[in-house]
């Protein structure tokens, strides 16, 4: 199949054609890791998670990414709490106040959470262009692998 997005990973790069990886063409912004024990691979956009703007705590569902979950949806009542404490607006004012914040600071930092628990779990960088960005990203550090 040929890669839509020009950035190297066509079929014919690999001659290993029964390689899950040259299935599907990835656009220049995502990574592909992969963990060697399970042979599981995570395709994932690095950069500001615009869907993390929108939908904010669903994202992690969507992933299957059940620690990120409980650790937004935690930070979501903390901040929901406090708001209703200290803030004398109407409910729905506070409520609307603190989610446009936190879907602000969940663009910005939800796909390195997501990237660097994966790390923790084992997955590694799956070829060298998403290697370099990851690094370039720094979601990894340049002595990992």
């Known amino acids: 199949m040929q890669n839509p997005f020009g950035n190297g990973n066509d079929n014919n790069d690999n001659n290993n054609d029964n390689d899950p990886r040259n299935l599907i063409p990835i656009p220049p912004n995502f990574a592909t890791v992969v963990n060697k024990k399970t042979g599981q691979i995570r395709i994932a956009k690095v950069g500001l998670s615009f869907t993390a703007l929108f939908f904010q705590i669903l994202v992690p569902v969507f992933r299957s990414d059940w ?70 990203a720094h979601y990894l550090k340049n002595d990992q692998q």
């Open 67 to 136: 620690y990120n979950f409980f650790c937004m949806l935690g930070v979501e009542v903390i901040v929901g709490m406090g708001l209703s404490m200290y803030l004398v607006q109407p409910l729905n004012m506070t409520f609307y106040t603190g989610e446009s914040f936190l879907g602000i600071v969940w663009m910005l930092i939800y796909n390195m959470m997501y990237f660097k628990h994966l790390f923790k779990l084992g997955y590694t960088p799956a070829d060298q262009r998403s290697k370099e960005l990851l690094i370039s």
